[in-house]
């Protein structure tokens, strides 16, 4: 019987937040996905992962730009995911560099996105010049 992807996040999830070291667990999870052959819902399954430890307090994000992020554009995500999670505990910012942003961040949580990129905010100018609304 195939085992439900939310009890997989579930115990993946449980595991790190009591501190299981994250190489062993994550060669543990490949060769589980490998074998059982649900490698196609990874990326669902880490979405579930993240959501689970949002939940626990433990929000994690990827910012995907064009450049570095220095430490006070990391702290101010940071500060912005943390109104949005008013409960959580600590927001850990990943950098994922995109030569595709040209300028800007795009933020990715478990369940939402914010795109505050260039082009993004490019998007909504002609959206509205081409509606007529300011």
Do not use: C
């Amino acid at each position: 019987m195939k085992t439900p992807r939310t009890d997989i996040s579930n115990t993946i999830s449980s595991r790190t937040l009591k501190g299981e070291d994250p190489v062993k667990l994550g060669r543990e999870v490949a060769a589980y996905l490998l074998k059982e052959r649900r490698v196609n819902e990874l990326d669902s399954i880490m979405r579930d992962v993240q959501a689970d430890r949002a939940e626990a307090g433990i929000v994690e994000v990827i910012a995907s730009s064009a450049h570095r992020l220095d430490q006070p554009t990391k702290d101010d995500i940071a500060r912005q995911i943390k109104s949005i999670y008013p409960n959580a505990k600590q927001v850990i910012v990943t950098e994922s560099p995109d030569p595709e942003v040209i300028g800007g961040v795009r933020l990715s949580l478990a369940n939402q996105q914010l795109d505050l990129s260039v082009e993004a905010k490019l998007n909504k100018f002609k959206q509205l010049t081409a509606t007529g609304k300011d």
